[in-house]
């Protein structure tokens, strides 16, 4: 059974920086793009960042690019997202996703998702 | 930057046929996909690659995409499918659509 776990957010501060973390397990870790996708209260889906199986093709958001990256372990299955320069914008349920796919492409698909991680920037 | 845009709402009696559109500039010749989100749950994919369903997606559950419009399929609807649903595709980055609440009267 695929599970993926997120961890690392928290309540922080305009400005502040925050890492998101993302433990994968049930599959070959190597061969998928995994990606985070956010969703702010009450609102729709924004896919974050994505990050192909062998971290060759990296994307982000515009939202995002320049603040937020996107990294992974493979042998620790694992998956991060460092988050600097936060703002209440960036408020949001942090979803980790695996794709069905190992590149990061015009076709990607999100087949597995974690419960989420709740980031809250707030003074 | 590219926008697909849903109807906030659809509504639906039990039984019935659900069809719930999306809509972007020339969205036929990218793929769609579409996620389900009851709530309080994280997001499940229920159609790729326009028309494909995952593993232990229900047969009631299609898609089409053509033109500007893909349009998700629920047949004989059934409680369980309230939920929000998004389209997605791919224009130099991942697209959500805004979501559609659909309501099972």
């Known amino acids: 059974e695929v599970q993926l776990v997120e961890s690392g957010g928290g309540l922080v501060q305009p400005g502040w920086s925050l890492r998101l973390s993302c433990a994968a397990s049930g599959f070959t870790f190597d061969d998928y793009a995994m990606h985070w996708v956010r969703q702010a209260p009450g609102k729709g889906l924004e896919w974050v960042s994505g990050?192909?199986?062998?971290?060759?093709?990296?994307g982000y958001a515009g939202s995002v690019k320049g603040r937020f990256t996107i990294s992974r372990n493979n042998p620790k299955k694992s998956l991060y997202l460092q988050m600097n320069n936060l703002g209440p914008e960036d408020t949001a349920l942090y979803y980790c996703?695996?794709?069905?796919?190992?590149?990061?492409?015009?076709?990607?698909?999100?087949?597995?998702w974690g419960q989420g991680i709740l980031v809250t920037v707030s003074s | 930057s590219y926008e697909l845009t849903q109807p906030p709402s659809v509504s639906v009696s039990p039984g019935q046929t659900a069809s719930i559109i999306c809509s972007g500039d020339k969205l036929g010749d990218k793929y769609a996909s579409w996620y389900q989100q009851r709530s309080g749950q994280s997001p499940v994919l229920v159609i790729f690659q326009d028309s494909k369903r995952p593993s232990g997606i229900p047969e009631r559950f299609s898609g089409s995409n053509s033109g500007n419009t893909a349009t998700l399929t629920i047949s004989g609807t059934q409680a369980i499918d309230e939920a929000d649903y998004y389209c997605?595709?791919?224009?130099?980055?991942?697209?959500f659509g805004g979501g559609t609440k659909l309501t099972v009267l």
């Open positions: 990050i192909s199986w062998k971290s060759i093709t990296i």
């Open positions: 997605q595709a791919w224009d130099s980055s991942v697209v």
């Open positions: 996703a695996k794709d069905i796919a190992g590149e990061i492409t015009g076709d990607n698909n999100f087949d597995n």
